[in-house]
């Protein structure tokens, strides 16, 4: 089976493996309090029996020392490790025991020690939202493509509508499933985003911007496509 099935207040949800989906709402939707009921063991047991699933949220904080010692010694993803620090400018894991602790850098910490942990199912809450968006925007690249190569299932809340361009399907959540699709699909849903308060990544909502010039045959929701047909 390539997706999960679960019930999400009384409705069956799909949630597909080895992808990215975000849930978005509007502030006070209940997001938060749907992702710490999917990580309930009940909730668990009935739809993830099999999976290691970790919940990362802006509140997360492990232990920062206990974090660097763990990481220090772990062999087995050693290389992983570094990589993901190079990200950030850091040579080497070493190097962390001499950094002034940052919100940003906690939040690295965190992710570095889930991941240590090998879940198969990520729940990411607002976990990289005190992170610069440039390195950002970097570190959800990579763990994009260690999704897929991994085979793991991330299910990520974020504020920053620019990070809805690295999902593969969104969910709009107001305490209860409004809509679940692509984000292709979610793009053409201008009603209810803007019913609801919400906004496009900044290419998507130029394109609805300026289709009202009917200078575009087909959707696009890439700012350097645009120009390009705009100079035909």
Sequence with gaps: MDAYQVEINDQMVTIPKDKWTMVVGPVGSGKSKLFHRITSPSFKKEFFPQDKIILLDSHSFFPQDKIKKELLMNIEDQKTIETILKLFGISSISTLFHLEPSAGMNQVLNFLYAYIKHPT?????????????????????????????????????????????????????????????SKRKFYEEEKLVH?????????????????????????????ERMIDHLWK
């Design 195 to 223: 019913s609801l308060g919400l906004e496009y990544p900044f290419d998507v909502e130029l394109y609805h911007q300026l289709k009202y010039y009917n200078v575009f045959d087909k959707p696009i929701y890439d700012q």
């Design 121 to 181: 199912i990520w729940i990411l809450d607002q976990a990289f939202s005190m992170i610069d968006p440039i390195h950002k925007k970097k570190l959800l690249s990579w763990f994009k493509k260690e999704t897929k190569k991994n085979h793991l299932t991330v299910l990520y809340a974020s504020s920053d509508p620019e990070d809805i361009l690295q999902v593969d399907q969104v969910i709009v959540y107001k305490e209860k499933v409004l809509f679940t699709g």
